[in-house]
């Protein structure tokens, strides 16, 4: 008798059927946001579109995100599609961006958790997307599907209970000015949107003659850019151009707002370091705990948000370390920015608003 491979020990497990996973994909979030607001009858009418932008979508965006670990959002394709079809909407725009975009991005967040669990395929159109860089945890996956199933029950339960709580009994919660830093960021910049993008919708904005309308010319600039360092690098295989990924590059700001440099900076230092510096000079090291140590820089971030606060900031006010711990550098050099100042970086030398006073 021969050794069994990890390979094999997994493919003697039963697979989730796909009816589980296609339904539960598809329709985790779609379906549970279309039952709560049944009364938009008409963008019930319009389901179809949005399911399916998210169902196209889903495959090529999963690429980009299996090899660069980002992923592209259709929050800005969303907004425009339903921005031009229902102008003056705002409630419609965020409904349909809900259903379009966050079905797609939930749908390959669920995906990739199988990563740890064992083989998935998702099937669209005869395009198959095979996640096995599990195998890590050996988890049959049908136990895996099922680990998700209920985690997310238990997850959006919980997180509806915090949410109600939190609304009641914190004071001035997403404020600008709350005392806590409870500002709510991503709030705001969906709140924002749908005032953009739903208020004074797409139209008034990038159609031909309006102010942004030169804007619209990125789109060809980017269906173009990735073509350039590939047809570079068919003429000379071993040049620069070979690391370009303008997906990646484009994508790259994309939390801005509300991330600031202060985010962006730690995770280009650390990410330089550990995948070009170490992989190149520890390529053992790197490829058989790169992977466990990013999964543990996460889990201590956590750990250590929770420690701090149990121990400085919940006990005694937060009074404990004020004039020592909480005091060093670290901790106080944001506060002389122009991010934490809210002030412009450039002034409006005309004077009064930016852009046009009437819409």
Known sequence: MGEVNDDD???????????????????????????????????????????????VYVIPIGMIQAITHQQIGLNVITELIIGYALPGRPIAMMMFKIWGYITMNQALQFT??????????????????????????????RTMFWCQVLATIIAGTVQLGVQAWMFTNIDNICSLDQKDGFTCPHTQVFGTASVVWGVIGPARQFSKGQLYYPLTFFFLGGTLAPFVPYLITR??????????????????????????AVNYLP????????????????????????????????????????????????????????????????????ANTADARKVPHIQNLRGGPFGPTKW
């Open 235 to 260: 003429k000379y295989p071993n040049s620069i151009f070979k690391y370009l990924n303008f997906p990646v590059i484009l994508n790259g700001t994309g939390l801005i707002p509300p991330a600031t």
């Open 9 to 55: 020990r997994m493919i003697r497990h039963k697979g989730a059927t796909k009816w589980r996973n296609n339904e539960w994909l598809m329709g985790e979030v779609g379906d549970d946001v279309c039952g709560k607001v049944a009364r938009l009858t008409f963008l019930l009418s319009a389901r179809p579109s949005f399911v399916l932008t998210a169902f």
């Open 112 to 141: 990739s958790d199988f990563k740890l669990g064992g083989q998935y395929n998702l099937c669209a159109g005869g395009m198959a997307l095979m996640i096995v860089s599990g195998h890590y945890m050996k988890i049959p996956p």
């Open 267 to 334: 995770w280009a230092i650390v990410g330089f370091i550990f995948q070009y510096v170490i992989r190149r000079r520890h390529f053992s090291w790197w490829i058989k705990y790169n992977y466990v140590l990013s999964a543990a820089l996460d889990s201590g971030l956590a750990i250590g948000i929770i420690i701090v606060f149990f121990c400085l900031q919940f006990p005694k006010n937060g009074t404990i370390g004020a004039t020592n711990v909480a005091t060093w550098w670290g901790n106080t050099v944001f």
